[in-house]
């Protein structure tokens, strides 16, 4: 039986499989069993794949169907406290200890208090996450940790352990229910094995033939239904080819839709060659594929 706890959490791997269908995000067995494991044990889930194989639109899809709250933090290199947890609004600080002087304070421990209250501090995505949410726990969403560096996965080790975050002016900050947390990872650098202790670990392939038509039809229902089977077909074989990226899912709905938009019912190598740049983003790739390659792979995908 499909069902939905109490908690508003899906009771069963079945009825988590249903939660995402329901969001159009069509999965795997494997990936709706860890994703319930998570959630029925409140702990992080750890995604890493290839760009563009949906591991993001997963922590979208739970926000939406659960009704919460998505907090994203999207990492890239340089990544700081400033900027993911917390800071101080200082113009606002000194507006306020000015205000003060000119109107004749002199307690200098009172006026210290005032200022490093929670009236001046600016959260940011990782602490507002530890706050109560009216509709429950929020998404949490840290999007490509492998573009940080090792100091701020290090960071994150407290935040992932024990829900908690100390801002030394106000003391520790800790969740009261904790948030469903989802890291995404594209694999250009290894993550340390100690983040990846304190989460569930799931790697997102590549959806195989049968699933990828699922998806398309899904979410591009609009496709003749000739063309859709021919954009999967090209696009496995092409997953098959030297490329320096491989086209993801992404890509293939893109690909798809463009295809829709110009009225193709079926690929032909011409308009294969002129929309190459929807599928591919590397002209290396593109140059490899489009002409003689690209009507190659459409007569074996059709002889098959």
Not at 237 to 248: M, N, T, V
Request: aromatic fraction near 6%; charge should be negative; include cysteine.
């Amino acid at each position: 039986m499909n069902r939905v706890s109490k908690a508003g959490l899906p009771d069963s791997i079945d009825a988590t499989l249903k939660l995402l269908e329901s969001a159009d995000y069509v999965s795997d067995r494997s990936l709706a069993t860890v994703l319930y494991l998570s959630l029925r044990m409140g702990r992080p889930l750890f995604l890493e794949g290839e760009a563009g194989v949906g591991k993001t639109e997963i922590a979208k899809v739970l926000a939406q169907t659960l009704g919460r709250k998505l907090i994203r933090l999207q990492c890239f290199e340089g990544l700081d406290v400033s900027s993911a947890v917390y800071e101080w609004n200082y113009a606002q600080q000194m507006m306020a200890i000015r205000l003060a002087e000119a109107s004749g304070e002199t307690d200098r421990a009172r006026l210290e208090h005032d200022v490093f209250s929670e009236r001046y501090l600016v959260k940011r995505a990782l602490l507002q996450a530890l706050e109560p949410q009216s509709e429950g726990p929020p998404v949490l969403l840290i999007d490509e940790l492998d573009r940080t560096d090792e100091a701020f996965e290090a960071f994150l080790l407290e935040v992932l352990s024990d829900f908690q975050i100390t801002v030394p002016e106000l003391g520790t900050i800790k969740a009261e229910h904790p948030p469903i947390v989802i890291i995404t990872s594209n694999r250009t650098r290894e993550v340390h094995d100690a983040l990846k202790r304190r989460c569930l670990y799931h790697w997102v392939d590549y959806p195989d033939a049968a699933r990828e038509m699922k998806i398309v039809r899904t979410r591009v229902p609009d496709a003749p239904a000739k063309l859709t089977k021919e954009i999967v077909a090209f696009v496995q074989a092409l997953r098959k080819q030297d490329l320096f990226k491989q086209p993801g899912v992404a890509e293939t709905l893109d690909w798809a839709t463009a295809l829709s938009e110009l009225d193709a019912v079926a690929l032909d190598p011409a308009m294969v060659t002129d929309t190459l740049g929807v599928l591919l983003k590397y002209q290396d790739d593109i140059a490899r594929i489009e002409g003689t390659k690209a009507a190659e792979i459409l007569s074996e995908i059709r002889a098959s």
